[in-house]
């Protein structure tokens, strides 16, 4: 049974595919508005592959409830200011050491320019994040965001995930809360709720020797929220978890909103194997990412499990490609996240599937699944409504290497969509 094939009426639905009992109930609560349990979470994961269709549809009809068919997308700019780094996380591929030949550092002079050029282009938003260089004042932080401010006053800055917020408090003896409203004074408009991974004690300690514990991360996010700072909200899934610290992990999210009210969205993140040391350096007890009934399902029973919480579902197109990417909107999602023209976190483990879809691209691509295409800014503000008509094209800032990346697109008669900037 497709992920279609359901009639229209929520309790005919469940009545015409085979489900345990136990999945019925849960479904069935679901629909009637009732939150489910972190172990009803935990039973939707493990569920059989067989059941799923029903548990989409569930989630497609809460996404439908909350966000109507609109899907969103934000047009922004990924800068990473550096990426040298002495945490030692296993799962990253990004970090560098200082004497590296591609090691990385960006004055502020060349993020404003960076954050010119994605001004010029569009954007609303630049993403700023970095490692935790050992020799970089904890005062660098407010330094990007008051020269970003200068130069571009109105663009929106999301920067600076939880484990940068420990190591900037860190460098310069402040609390947390201190040191996130001083950057909320320069400026910072939201934070990236990244370096959550998998918010369990035992996973965490193998996954980066717990050097940003649960208890830090929940304590950073929680300051920001206090201090008026929106966040998003991550899970990093696939490596060594299981279903167990998935639901425990949305649970928990839900219950920091429950109490903040903070969080914007959610955004899982598949662990990209193939250039990850926690991958290369222990293949035998380290899995190469979810499988993609596992993706199907981790966005799916998030919107479940969080609905009228975190209403806004994300995929992250530069794990998935935007073809999983578009497939996924028929399971809970209602936003393809950022337009990015930079990538570099995601490929640097091995992720191929390119740095940008520029706003044209985004729009034919919510288009070609039966959606209605929406530009949004960071909060989840609608900027434009292109019912009237499509963006104008661009090509990608950066050339593409792959020319079929959107290739699954389609006109409506049926011939390939007219993509700029597919070679490289």
Not at 128 to 146: A, D, F, N, S
Not at 219 to 245: F, N
Not at 368 to 377: T, V
Request: aromatic content about 8%; hydrophobic content about 40%; some cysteine.
């Amino acid at each position: 049974m497709t992920l279609h094939s359901f009639p229209h009426s929520a309790s005919d639905a469940l009545r015409s595919h085979e489900l345990s009992a136990p999945t019925h109930d849960i479904l069935s609560k679901a629909l009637a508005g009732i939150e489910i349990s972190e172990a009803d979470g935990e039973h939707l994961f493990r569920a059989p592959a067989q059941e799923f269709p029903a548990i989409a549809y569930v989630a497609d009809t809460l996404r439908q409830r909350v966000n109507g068919d609109k899907v969103g997308f934000v047009v922004n700019r990924n800068i990473n200011f550096t990426n040298i780094c002495y945490m030692g996380c296993k799962f990253c591929g990004f970090a560098k050491r200082t004497e590296d030949p591609d090691a990385e550092w960006l004055v502020p002079e060349q993020i404003v320019a960076r954050a010119q050029e994605a001004w010029d282009r569009g954007a609303t938003e630049v993403c700023i994040q970095g490692g935790l260089h050992p020799k970089m004042e904890g005062t660098y932080y407010r330094e990007i965001v008051l020269a970003i401010k200068k130069a571009l006053p109105d663009m929106h800055i999301h920067a600076f995930s939880p484990f940068e917020v420990w190591y900037g408090a860190a460098k310069t003896k402040q609390s947390y809360h201190a040191f996130l409203q001083d950057l909320k004074d320069c400026g910072l408009g939201s934070l990236p709720g990244t370096a959550a991974e998998i918010l369990d004690t035992d996973i965490r300690q193998q996954l980066t020797r717990n050097k940003l514990s649960t208890e830090k991360w929940v304590e950073i996010i929680k300051a920001a929220h206090e201090v008026g700072i929106p966040t998003t909200a991550t899970i990093m899934y696939g490596h060594i978890d299981g279903p167990e610290h998935w639901a425990a992990h949305i649970a928990l999210l839900r219950d920091i909103q429950k109490e903040t009210g903070g969080f914007t969205e959610l955004v899982p993140l598949s662990f990209v194997h193939s250039e990850s040391p926690l991958y290369t350096l222990d293949p035998k007890n380290v899995r190469p990412g979810p499988t993609d009934l596992e993706v199907r399902k981790m966005h799916a029973v998030s919107r479940i499990m969080l609905h009228g919480w975190i209403d806004n579902i994300q995929v992250s197109w530069t794990k998935l490609g935007p073809e999983f990417a578009s497939d996924l909107l028929q399971c809970g999602v209602n936003d393809l996240g950022g337009t990015l023209m930079n990538e570099s976190i995601s490929r640097s483990a091995g992720a191929a599937h390119g740095q940008e879809i520029t706003a044209h691209e985004m729009c034919q691509i919510i288009q070609d699944a039966g959606r209605q295409p929406i530009q949004r800014n960071t909060v989840y503000d609608v900027i434009n409504d292109f019912a009237d008509g499509l963006p104008e094209q661009q090509a990608p800032l950066i050339a593409r290497a792959n020319s079929t990346l959107l290739s699954f697109l389609t006109e409506e008669d049926g011939a390939p969509a007219k993509v700029v900037g597919g070679a490289g």
